[in-house]
């Protein structure tokens, strides 16, 4: 192979290189907002030339391919894909401009380690790459790194950077003093008006078969439909007991209210506090939150009880998540005429979480284990229960939320009037759509139905609610 033809072989490598690296950053200016626009381009040492011109022609051209191939999937945001052919090109020939595809593919995929060690390998060939060192600052800021992302962002900042990247600048740096602060809170608000098709979960009106005869329920125990005033209020504070994550500390607050307009004896109200430890690193998050809550029914306290709700979570990378609760609770009630009712409950679940689209799209799948321990067997239950969610926000500040969820109850004892034992099935779904406006208020409309079937068949009830709130988020 003649020198020539090395040399040629080169420069076409190497321009190839160049316009790909200039095609993808004006491809990147265009589809999503970047913090520099003029980044800095090719810069090759001595190793990669002498290495390309070691090469034959047949491999030169099968690396100007993959180049070419890598380029394209870089572009189409494939980065998983893209990331091992750049790391194939950079065992033969790193250049500059390819350790940045490397740690950009290797950022978006959640490779955060392969990420600084190319973005500092460029900062020491060149200090001067601002728009490097602004992608490793964004690196350490997602790995919750907040003060060595700090001391990159400042760097950046002393260069003097156009007042575009400034602003970028600014609002990270305000960022990151957001999340090393020591007390986080936030406290929503709702007033509503709900249609409620039926109030009490009754059956409908009519006659249905048991032992010995035939029951008709009182109108007070049939459907019934009712407006009501629903009124919410949600917050909590987040301590930091560490420097920056680790150890939290949390105690939150729940306050729920529905009153009905026409018939007041099925009025809710519940209050809950709960608090407990947080541990939360980089891909886990653990939660052992313990509280009390207090129920009204009517005019008259219902019941309150303790309970015990300990989460665990871990991230797998930016696409997946794995979640598992648990649930104790030991539920006591005032009157006499309910204490058949007292019980113990014991709930177990897993929740397997998808992110797509850079989170903006949210798929969650659940399946889990319910069991109520009551005073009285003819309420004590256990069952599985399974269900699928979706979540996803636009840039419009519109969330919409669905959800779907089956359940099954098998009772210990027959009810009474039935000679069989009893076994429900449930079917429910959700859906909510919310729109913010005028910064921190938001208005939301809720839809639920259920469907429960019974084999004994004075269980069975649909029931439909509309709920229309408006709220203000602190």
Same mark, same amino acid.
């Given at each position: 192979?003649?020198?020539?033809?090395?040399?040629?072989?080169?420069?076409v490598?190497?321009?190839?290189?160049?316009?790909?690296?200039?095609?993808?950053?004006?491809?990147?200016?265009?589809d999503?907002?970047?913090?520099?626009?003029?980044?800095?381009?090719?810069?090759?040492?001595?190793?990669?030339?002498?290495n390309?011109s070691?090469?034959?022609?047949?491999?030169?051209?099968?690396?100007?391919?993959?180049?070419?191939?890598?380029?394209?999937?870089?572009?189409?945001?494939?980065?998983?894909?893209?990331?091992?052919?750049?790391?194939?090109?950079?065992?033969?020939?790193?250049?500059?401009?390819?350790?940045?595809?490397?740690?950009?593919?290797?950022?978006?995929? %959640?490779?955060?380690?392969?990420?600084?060690?190319?973005?500092?390998?460029?900062?020491? $060939?060149?200090?001067?790459?601002?728009?490097?060192?602004?992608e490793?600052a964004?690196?350490?800021?997602?790995?919750?790194?907040?003060?060595?992302a700090?001391n990159?962002?400042?760097?950046?900042?002393?260069?003097?950077?156009?007042?575009?990247?400034?602003?970028?600048? $600014?609002?990270?740096?305000?960022d990151?003093?957001?999340?090393?602060?020591k007390?986080?809170?936030?406290?929503?608000?709702s007033?509503?008006?709900?249609?409620?098709?039926n109030?009490?979960? %009754?059956?409908?009106m009519?006659?249905?078969? $048991?032992? %010995?005869?035939?029951?008709?329920?009182?109108k007070?125990?049939?459907?019934?439909e009712?407006?009501?005033s629903?009124?919410?209020?949600?917050g909590?504070?987040?301590?930091?007991?560490?420097?920056?994550? %680790?150890?939290?500390?949390?105690?939150?607050?729940?306050?729920?209210?529905?009153?009905?307009f026409?018939?007041?004896?099925?009025?809710?109200?519940?209050?809950?506090?709960?608090?407990g430890?947080?541990?939360?690193?980089?891909?886990?998050?653990?939660?052992?939150p313990?509280?009390?809550?207090?129920?009204?029914?009517?005019?008259?306290?219902?019941?309150?009880?303790?309970?015990?709700?300990?989460e665990?979570e871990?991230?797998?990378?930016?696409?997946?998540?794995?979640?598992?609760?648990?649930?104790?609770?030991?539920?006591?009630?005032?009157?006499?005429?309910?204490?058949?009712?007292?019980?113990?409950r014991?709930?177990?679940?897993?929740?397997?979480t998808?992110?797509?689209?850079?989170?903006?799209?949210?798929?969650?799948?659940?399946?889990?284990?319910?069991?109520?321990?009551?005073?009285?067997?003819?309420?004590?239950?256990d069952?599985?229960y399974?269900?699928i969610?979706y979540?996803?926000?636009?840039?419009?500040n519109?969330?919409?939320?669905?959800q779907?969820?089956?359940?099954?109850?098998?009772y210990?004892?027959?009810?009474?009037?039935?000679?069989?034992g009893?076994?429900?099935?449930?079917?429910?779904v959700?859906?909510?759509i919310?729109?913010g406006?005028?910064?921190?208020?938001?208005?939301?409309?809720?839809?639920?139905?259920?469907?429960?079937?019974?084999?004994?068949?004075?269980?069975?009830?649909?029931?439909?609610?509309?709920?229309?709130?408006v709220?203000?988020?602190?």
């Amino acid at each position: 192979m003649s020198l020539k033809f090395k040399l040629t072989s080169l420069f076409v490598f190497l321009v190839l290189s160049f316009f790909a690296q200039v095609f993808i950053i004006g491809a990147m200016a265009a589809d999503e907002p970047t913090l520099s626009d003029k980044p800095d381009l090719n810069i090759v040492d001595k190793q990669v030339a002498q290495n390309l011109s070691k090469m034959t022609p047949e491999e030169i051209k099968d690396l100007d391919k993959k180049l070419a191939d890598a380029v394209v999937l870089y572009y189409d945001r494939d980065f998983a894909r893209a990331l091992p052919i750049f790391k194939e090109i950079a065992s033969k020939a790193e250049t500059l401009d390819i350790m940045f595809w490397i740690g950009t593919s290797a950022m978006k995929t %959640g490779d955060n380690k392969l990420a600084i060690e190319k973005f500092k390998k460029m900062l020491s $060939v060149n200090p001067q790459l601002q728009r490097v060192r602004l992608e490793l600052a964004a690196t350490y800021f997602s790995m919750e790194r907040y003060d060595e992302a700090r001391n990159e962002l400042n760097k950046v900042m002393e260069s003097n950077p156009p007042p575009s990247v400034k602003a970028n600048i $600014v609002k990270m740096l305000a960022d990151i003093e957001q999340k090393g602060k020591k007390f986080l809170w936030n406290l929503r608000l709702s007033q509503g008006i709900m249609w409620d098709s039926n109030i009490n979960s %009754g059956p409908e009106m009519g006659n249905y078969s $048991v032992s %010995g005869g035939v029951l008709r329920p009182s109108k007070t125990n049939a459907e019934e439909e009712d407006e009501a005033s629903v009124t919410s209020i949600a917050g909590n504070i987040l301590y930091d007991i560490g420097d920056s994550k %680790g150890l939290m500390w949390n105690t939150g607050l729940t306050f729920y209210n529905k009153a009905y307009f026409d018939h007041s004896r099925f009025n809710f109200l519940s209050v809950d506090v709960n608090t407990g430890p947080w541990w939360v690193i980089q891909k886990d998050i653990f939660k052992l939150p313990a509280g009390f809550t207090q129920m009204d029914f009517g005019n008259d306290r219902l019941s309150y009880l303790y309970h015990i709700d300990p989460e665990y979570e871990h991230f797998f990378n930016k696409y997946f998540s794995l979640k598992g609760l648990g649930s104790y609770s030991n539920e006591n009630f005032y009157s006499t005429t309910r204490s058949g009712l007292d019980n113990e409950r014991f709930r177990c679940e897993l929740e397997p979480t998808f992110y797509f689209y850079e989170r903006k799209h949210i798929v969650s799948l659940k399946t889990g284990y319910d069991y109520l321990d009551s005073d009285d067997d003819r309420y004590t239950y256990d069952g599985p229960y399974i269900g699928i969610s979706y979540f996803t926000k636009f840039q419009t500040n519109t969330e919409f939320f669905l959800q779907y969820l089956w359940a099954k109850k098998d009772y210990n004892e027959k009810p009474v009037l039935y000679n069989n034992g009893r076994e429900d099935k449930r079917n429910n779904v959700t859906a909510v759509i919310s729109q913010g406006f005028c910064k921190n208020f938001y208005a939301s409309l809720a839809f639920s139905y259920t469907d429960n079937d019974s084999n004994a068949d004075i269980f069975d009830y649909k029931r439909t609610t509309y709920t229309f709130n408006v709220g203000y988020r602190f």
